[in-house]
């Protein structure tokens, strides 16, 4: 069945929608969309110094996202820019430092296009069993820092006043990010990973009542998006990254249609305080 | 367990710097069990800060902030800042940090005059409805320490005598003590044990009548600062000279003011006046 490539990029992207929905929630929530997208532009540099230092693609990718990490918590400290102002400013530096590195080894041949929105057709049964691997690892984490996260999210003052450490919990979160974004660079592409990160949360957000519910909505919603965009691509021949993400936009603007919520209220008539 | 010499939190000389700016500097606060403390001072005069130094939110650049081991803490911050995008409704938002039951979720808001909206979404919710429901919040963990930073804003006027009715009876129920920022002079020299005024530093302290004697305390609030002690003057039955005797109502001066001792003015003289400027 693996050995099918359509199939293996249906798994792939499935896989990395599952695991990008509930973390885009929180992306959602804690307003990083800029974050997100800075986090996937460095990537690009991080793909970059992987082949230079010839080390592996994720670990590069990591460690590029954490001195990202660090680096933007360093500068906020320091008081000199806002916060989007510091993000646009390492978010481009990033990509454009990654653009020239590559330009530099004339002797990698490597397909730009691929890594700038993804080349989901050629994923190889390593990659779904990294993706599988790695998303796992993530959602274990997630769901244990679950009750703390949230309630940083909420409020970090309240979060911090009652002894929680909402600093370091916010730093984990960057860092299961960050694994979800190298290891969906190669499904989706560095410029297309946020989409897919915060499109299906915010398809979410109308139809569910509790954020454990938007988490789960969410992640179904990206997996539909998968599915619904590599038919397309298949269909009409559009590139498969995009056609997912087109795929994620109609969920969402299907998900504003009065009806939608009409049946969600039919289907779930107590409204939910679980917890 | 409680001992009431030893406060709750402990402020020693705290200071902060943000870039090459003081937000606050060498500020001595305690709060001990059963008192509340008023912070009083102009906007951006480090109300706030100071407050989150107490609570361990910020880390002071100099000076100490110790807060007693295992303290539990109630907070009402000054703004919340809830994504449109997160669904959470009011009664998880009270079970955010700790686990309570509905019944208790319930009592809590019913304290506040909140409990209608326990099914409510927090971003449906008016500024007072908010405040209601921070508070609610606050009370539920039956805190040792209260921390509320300006906890009426947006409340409607009947409203706001309420909680704070409510506010110095949780201080008699609870025993805890409460650290409070409040512009509502007239209730911050009703309720308030020790007043502190502050201004970047401390500008002035004491207890509300030893404030109104306080040329600092005038310069900062005027007019309207006298007209919010003009409601306790009456209360004043006897004065504390500076040498220690007592000058009575009816003018008799006397060693000590003899009965229930009530609130009391001090009479400020340049060298020993009633209260201490630490500016």
Redesign the interface.
């Known amino acids: 069945m693996l050995d099918d490539f359509f199939t293996r990029a249906m798994i792939a992207g499935i896989g990395v929608a599952l695991v990008a929905g509930p973390l885009g929630c929180f992306i959602v929530w804690r307003r990083m969309a800029y974050f997100g997208d800075t986090l996937s532009h460095a990537a690009l540099l991080g793909v970059a110094l992987s082949l230079l230092l010839n080390v592996n693609t994720m670990v590069a990718v990591g460690g590029v996202s954490v001195i990202l990490a660090a680096l933007l918590i360093l500068l906020r400290r320091r008081d000199t820019l806002s916060s989007d102002a510091i993000l646009g400013l390492l978010s481009h530096s990033a990509l454009a430092l990654g653009l020239v590195c590559l330009a530099f080894m004339t002797w990698v041949r490597i397909d730009l296009l691929g890594l700038l929105f993804g080349d989901i057709l050629s994923v190889t049964r390593l990659d779904i069993a990294l993706i599988y691997m790695g998303g796992a690892v993530v959602l274990a984490l997630l769901v244990l820092i679950w009750r703390r996260l949230f309630a940083a999210t909420v409020s970090p003052d309240l979060a911090a006043s009652e002894g929680l450490r909402p600093e370091r919990t916010e730093l984990v979160f960057i860092l299961l990010t960050a694994i979800v974004i190298a290891i969906s660079l190669k499904v989706i592409g560095a410029l297309l990973i946020t989409a897919l990160l915060i499109i299906p949360a915010a398809a979410a957000r109308r139809l569910s009542s509790s954020p454990e519910q938007m988490a789960v909505i969410a992640a179904l919603a990206g997996a539909a998006a998968v599915a619904g965009g590599l038919y397309a691509s298949l269909h009409y021949d559009t590139p498969s990254g995009p056609s997912i993400v087109v795929a994620a936009m109609a969920l969402f603007l299907l998900s504003l249609v009065p009806g939608v919520q009409i049946v969600r209220r039919m289907l779930a008539p107590t409204q939910g305080d679980r917890s | 367990m409680q001992h009431p010499e030893t406060g709750l939190v402990q402020l020693n000389r705290a200071g902060i710097r943000?870039?090459s700016q003081w937000l606050v500097r060498g500020v001595d606060l305690t709060v001990r069990p059963g008192e509340i403390v008023t912070l009083i001072g102009p906007n951006g005069s480090g109300k706030s800060t100071t407050a989150?130094l107490a609570?361990?939110?910020l880390k002071p650049t100099e000076g100490r902030a110790d807060r007693r081991p295992g303290l539990k803490?109630g907070?009402v911050?000054q703004k919340?800042?809830?994504?449109w995008?997160?669904?959470?409704?009011v009664?998880?938002?009270l079970?955010?940090?700790?686990p309570l039951s509905e019944a208790a979720c319930r009592e809590a808001l019913a304290k506040t005059g909140a409990e209608r909206l326990?099914?409510a979404e927090m971003r449906s919710l008016s500024g007072g409805e908010l405040q209601r429901v921070m508070l609610a919040r606050a009370i539920a963990?039956h805190p040792d320490l209260l921390?509320l930073d300006e906890p009426v804003q947006g409340v409607d006027y009947s409203g706001e005598i309420a909680i704070y009715d409510l506010i110095s009876d949780i201080r008699g129920t609870l025993g805890c003590g409460i650290l409070m920022i409040s512009h509502d002079l007239h209730v911050v020299m009703a309720q308030a044990d020790q007043v502190i005024c502050l201004n970047g530093h401390v500008c002035c302290r004491g207890t509300p009548s030893e404030l109104s004697q306080n040329d600092s305390y005038h310069a900062l609030f005027g007019t309207r600062g006298n007209a919010a002690l003009a409601v306790y003057e009456h209360h004043h039955d006897h004065v504390h000279l500076p040498d220690g005797m007592v000058r009575h109502a009816d003018g008799s001066i006397c060693g000590d003011c003899a009965g229930e001792h009530h609130e009391h003015g001090h009479q400020k003289t340049p060298e020993t006046g009633g209260l201490r400027d630490a500016g």
């Open positions: 943000k870039g989150k609570l361990g939110i803490v907070y911050p919340l800042a809830i994504d995008t997160l669904p959470l409704t009664a998880r938002f079970r955010l940090t700790n326990l099914r963990r921390v």
